[in-house]
């Protein structure tokens, strides 16, 4: 294992590791046998990553039992990682005929069924980290926050956060809570930089936790050449790249990972060539004008 920094999670919580691998596409991978997801985790494991982010639906509520199966064939994975996963969201699916319609759930039922759910289909014993997946406009934050305390209080996570909240929807759910929310996920990379400026971010560094970046590549579309950012980046990414003897991926992870915030990239290859160099971001040292450098690049102009 490489000396992967972690980031603490507060307490109660084990460190995380600073980067972390996504199961989100796990089952577009054509091969989603126990043995080929277990050794993506050991591809992750022997970077030092030990952090795996889930939620109920991805694959169409299939992936957390795809990485249960893995597990369960592997005893001794599940000692060494740290799983989040997420809940609220109910999609319209075959595995639910009779959903009209595409809604959040926040109820304290919902997220009571959907934690156990989640802990069986893991086949964990615990969820390390519990989030919100997005901000519910129908939410009643005493109910929430009383089931999300009730969680931790059961032992069913050792700890909750939110994904895609603005600070007021945090601070709202935050103000009904007995625990302290841990995270919030939300999409940060070159692609997506509004989260910088925001508060998003700025929240987060105010209450000391890390953020956690989902879609840290633009889910891809970063290598999309037909996107004029991308044609603006392109060139220089490789560049930085030889000088650091790494793919332009890495340089893109590395701008997260160079921002004082102690951002974790949830990154999300199926690629088992790409999934083995994640931890090259951590090779790479971007200084403060060579972030800017890369920031002008993405958005086309000089900033103000
Ligand atoms: P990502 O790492 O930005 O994108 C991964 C995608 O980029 C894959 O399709 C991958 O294809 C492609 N890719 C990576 N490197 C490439 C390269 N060099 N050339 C061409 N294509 C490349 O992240 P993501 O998968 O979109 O999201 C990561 C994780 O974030 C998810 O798994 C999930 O855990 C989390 N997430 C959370 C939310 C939320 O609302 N909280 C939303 C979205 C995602 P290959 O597989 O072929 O490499």
């Known amino acids: 294992m490489t000396d992967m920094p972690t980031i603490a999670m507060g307490d109660g919580l084990p460190p995380m590791s600073r980067l972390g691998y996504g199961c989100w596409r796990l089952a577009d991978d054509p091969d989603t046998s126990p043995s080929a997801v277990a050794r993506k985790i050991r591809m992750c494991f022997d970077q030092g990553i030990t952090t795996f982010d889930h939620a109920d639906i991805y694959g169409d509520y299939r992936c957390e039992s795809l990485f249960g199966a893995a597990m369960a064939g592997d005893p001794g994975l599940a000692s060494r990682m740290q799983v989040v996963t997420k809940c609220g969201i109910m999609l319209k699916s075959p595995a639910f005929p009779n959903r009209r319609v595409k809604y959040y759930d926040t109820s304290a039922a919902h997220i009571r069924a959907s934690a156990e759910t989640s802990l069986k289909r893991l086949g964990v014993e615990v969820i390390d980290l519990m ?174």
């Open 131 to 304: 989030l919100i997946h997005r901000p519910d406009p129908f939410m009643d934050h005493q109910e929430t926050a009383a089931a999300l305390d009730a969680l931790v209080d059961d032992g069913l996570a050792r700890g909750i956060g939110v994904s895609n909240f603005m600070p007021s929807d945090f601070d709202l759910l935050q103000s009904a809570m007995k625990h302290r929310l841990r995270t919030n996920q939300i999409e940060i990379g070159l692609l997506a930089r509004s989260a910088f400026t925001n508060g998003q971010i700025a929240q987060l560094q105010m209450h000391g936790l890390a953020p956690m970046a989902w879609s840290p590549l633009g889910g891809g579309a970063l290598f999309d050449n037909g996107n004029p950012a991308v044609a603006r980046l392109s060139a220089r990414l490789a560049e930085i790249a030889g000088e650091h003897n790494v793919m332009p991926e890495a340089v893109a992870l590395a701008w997260i990972i160079a921002h004082p915030a102690s951002i974790m990239p949830v990154v999300g290859t199926n690629n088992q060539e790409r999934i083995a160099r994640i931890g090259d971001s951590l090779k790479v040292g971007l200084d403060r004008e060579t972030w800017y450098e890369l920031w002008t690049l993405a958005d086309g102009k000089e900033i103000p």
